[in-house]
């Protein structure tokens, strides 16, 4: 079935540093790819989405990219901060037959060292 | 908007038991998720609603687990028996349509023994 892989699933860079995380998809008919921040005992949240009819798209210091050619995205983040430090999550939705099939990768955790 | 709201949020049971969680998604969303969050597997899709419809539940582990939108703002997860496999974080999530960003709920720790 489709799935999302997420890389690396653990992640530590020096404040200041660029992280960057990558998730590839399998489903060719996804077309929306959201990237959700989950802090230590919270809820996840949406940080940045991409649609597919869209390369790259950027809000401060987090920034997504796509290349629907080798179903793959990626969520950069640049300046890195310790309140970066948190688990993010890749997802892609596709609709398929009618049916939105929404799903989730693995998650990083990214850990900013001060 | 409170954003979408879930109870309770922890919940200790003993294997066994029926658990039932709840969810009020945000007035106005079409379509509402339940996730079961673990270390082990991540966040899974359990089910989704449009519209009150159950739409895909191929998420729900087995026949323990149901689910129930009876309208627009109220869903419930139920597992009855539980065991203690069932352990997890629960979240709701809505949505103004499903592929769409969704908006959590603060989750139910659920604690089988």
């Known amino acids: 079935g489709e799935n999302v892989e997420q890389h690396p699933s653990t992640l530590s860079v020096q404040e200041g540093d660029s992280a960057v995380i990558k998730c590839t998809y399998s489903d060719s008919a996804s077309n929306y790819f959201p990237w959700y921040k989950q802090e230590l005992g919270k809820r996840p949240q949406l940080i940045i989405d991409i649609r597919s009819n869209v390369g790259e798209k950027k809000d401060q210091r987090i920034a997504v990219t796509l290349n629907k050619t080798a179903k793959h995205f990626s969520l950069h983040i640049t300046e890195t901060q310790p309140e970066d430090s948190a688990v993010y999550f890749c997802a892609a939705s596709s609709l398929t037959s009618g049916t939105y099939k929404y799903i989730f990768g693995t998650g990083t955790r990214l850990k900013v060292l001060a | 908007d409170a954003g979408v709201i879930q109870s309770p949020r922890h919940e200790v049971t003993e294997m066994g038991q029926e658990v039932t969680l709840r969810c009020k998604p945000i007035s106005g969303h079409n379509s509402l998720f339940w996730y079961r969050q673990t270390m082990m597997r991540g966040l899974e899709l359990l089910i989704y609603?449009?519209?009150?419809?159950?739409?895909?539940d191929s998420g729900m582990p087995e026949d323990r687990f149901s689910a129930k939108m009876p309208n627009a703002s109220f869903s419930t997860l139920k597992i009855q028996p539980s065991e203690p496999r069932d352990s997890a974080v629960y979240f709701c999530?809505?949505?103004?349509?499903?592929?769409?960003?969704?908006?959590f709920g603060p989750g139910t720790r659920l604690t089988v023994l």
């Open positions: 609603f449009n519209n009150n419809v159950p739409i895909d």
């Open positions: 999530a809505s949505t103004l349509w499903a592929g769409n960003e969704q908006f």
